[in-house]
C-alpha cells in the first residue's frame, strides 16, 4: 500500500483538479495530491487523529513564525541583521513536517527554516541573538542567516543549495548501522532538485534504505527560475520513481496534510521502511532573501492569487468552524505571541556584539603558532582602537 492510500480520510485530488493550488502555469501533473483542508467538507478532528492540543500547537507555532519573520525582516531594513531569507507563506510546511517528529530525530535543514527552529523549541531570544549577531550568539558571529545545535538535533544550515541531502542520507545510514530507531528528515527547496546533490542522495538511499525522509518544498522559485524553468517533470514527487522510491505530493499550504503524509512516511521508515521522497506545493510570497526583488521577475497578480491560500488564515478557519477556538481565543492567542516576541526584540537591541577574538574559536583544539601570532596581532589592533576611542 502507497502512503497516499495508507491516508483514507485524506482527499485527494488528481490532474483535472490540481488547477486549486498550482493555477499559475498550467504544468498540470499526473500525481495525487493529498490535502486536508480547502474542500466544501472538512473532516473532524477526530476522524484525522490529531488533538485539539496539537491543532494548537501547530496553529500557534505557525503564529509564531509569522509574526518573528515580519519582525526579523523589519530588523533587516533597520540595518541589524546582516541578510535573511522570509518563510511568508511557507509556515505549514516548516511547521507541518516539524511536528510529525520525535525529539530525537535529526533535522537537516536549509537556510529557510524558521518554523522549524520554533517548532523545535528553539526559545525567540536565541533565534533573535543568532539573527542580530548579539554577544549571545549561540554560533559566535560564525556565518550569517543559519541556525543549528546539537539540544535540538538540528544541522547548522549550509549556505549552498543541496548539499545537506546527501550529508543526510549518511548520517541515517550510519543511525542505521548503530541500529538507532531514529528518522532523519531533510528538506530543501525545488531549486536543489536541479542539483548532483539531489539525486546523489536519492540513488544512495534507493540502494541502502537508511532511515531518512526528502522533503522537497516547491515554492515555485529557485531565486527568480520559476519551477517551469527549473524541470521538465510535471511534479517533483514522480522523480523519486526513476530510484525506486516512494514519491508523494501534498498541498504545501495545509499544515495538516503536511503534518499527517510527512509523520506517516516517519512511522513506516522507523520501523524500516524505504525511505520517501514527499513534495510540498506552496508559494514563496515573499522575496528570496533580503537582498531580492521578486517584482522583477513575477508579477502582482500571481503573489495574489497565491494569498488566497494564506496556510495561517486557512488553519484558523479550520480551528474556529471545528469548535477548537473561537475568534476571541484566536484574537488573545495573537496578541500573547506578538507581545512576546516585540519583548524580546526590545531585549536583543539593548546588547552589544560578540568579542572580535571569537573568530579564533571553535576552529583548532590546538592553535598553531600561525594563528597565536594573528590572535595577538588582533589584540594590538584592538587595544589601539580603544584607546582611540577614549
Not at 351 to 379: A, R
Request: a neutral charge.
Amino acid at each position: 500500500m502507497g502512503l497516499a492510500e495508507s491516508l483514507p480520510f485524506v482527499r485527494t485530488r488528481v490532474r483535472r483538479k490540481l488547477i486549486i493550488c498550482n493555477r499559475i502555469d498550467g504544468h498540470w501533473g499526473w500525481y495525487e495530491f493529498i490535502a486536508v483542508l480547502g474542500g466544501k467538507v472538512l473532516p473532524d478532528p477526530e476522524k484525522i487523529g490529531v488533538s485539539s492540543d496539537d491543532l494548537l500547537k501547530m496553529y500557534k507555532a505557525m503564529v509564531l513564525t509569522r509574526v518573528l519573520d515580519r519582525y526579523i525582516l523589519r530588523l533587516q531594513r533597520m540595518g541589524k541583521v546582516a541578510l535573511y531569507a522570509e518563510s511568508l507563506g511557507e509556515e505549514a510546511v516548516e511547521v507541518g513536517v516539524t511536528q510529525a517528529l520525535q525529539p530525537r530525530d535529526v533535522v537537516f535543514p536549509t537556510y529557510r527554516e524558521l518554523g522549524i527552529y520554533l517548532t523545535r523549541g528553539v526559545p525567540v531570544a536565541e533565534i533573535l541573538d543568532r539573527m542580530t549577531c548579539t554577544v549571545d550568539d549561540p554560533l559566535k558571529g560564525h556565518e550569517f542567516a543559519i541556525f543549528g545545535d546539537k539540544r535540538f538535533n538540528i544541522v547548522p544550515a549550509p549556505t549552498p543549495v543541496s548539499t545537506q541531502i546527501p550529508l543526510a542520507v549518511g548520517y541515517a545510514m550510519a543511525a542505521k548501522l548503530k541500529g538507532e530507531k531514529m528518522v532523519v528528515l531533510t528538506i530543501f527547496g525545488d531549486g536543489a532538485t536541479s542539483k548532483g546533490d539531489f539525486h546523489e542522495g536519492l540513488n544512495f538511499a534507493s540502494v541502502h534504505k537508511p532511515p531518512v525522509v526528502f522533503v522537497c518544498r516547491n515554492n515555485q522559485y529557485a531565486i527568480s527560475t520559476h519551477i517551469s524553468k527549473q524541470t521538465g517533470s510535471s511534479t517533483i514527487a514522480q522523480k523519486a520513481v526513476a530510484y525506486g522510491l516512494e514519491g508523494v505530493r501534498v498541498d504545501g499550504n495545509d499544515v495538516l496534510a503536511v503534518y499527517l503524509t510527512t509523520k506517516a512516511a516517519v512511522d513506516r521508515i522507523r520501523e524500516g521502511a524505504p525511505p520517501v521522497l514527499i513534495e510540498a506545493l506552496t508559494y514563496r510570497m515573499g522575496a528570496h532573501t533580503t537582498s531580492d526583488d521578486p517584482k522583477r521577475y513575477r508579477t502582482e497578480d500571481e503573489t495574489q492569487s497565491w494569498a488566497k491560500l494564506d496556510p495561517v488564515s486557512r488553519m484558523r478557519d479550520y480551528l474556529i468552524s471545528k469548535g477548537v477556538m473561537d475568534e476571541e481565543a484566536d484574537s488573545v492567542l495573537r496578541s500573547e505571541v506578538e507581545r512576546e516576541v516585540a519583548a524580546e526584540v526590545e531585549k536583543v537591541l539593548q546588547k552589544s556584539g560578540p568579542d572580535p577574538l571569537v573568530i579564533f574559536e571553535d576552529v583548532y583544539s590546538d592553535p598553531p603558532w600561525t594563528v597565536l601570532e594573528q590572535m595577538e596581532e588582533l589584540k594590538r589592533m584592538i587595544g589601539i582602537q580603544r584607546v582611540v576611542r577614549r
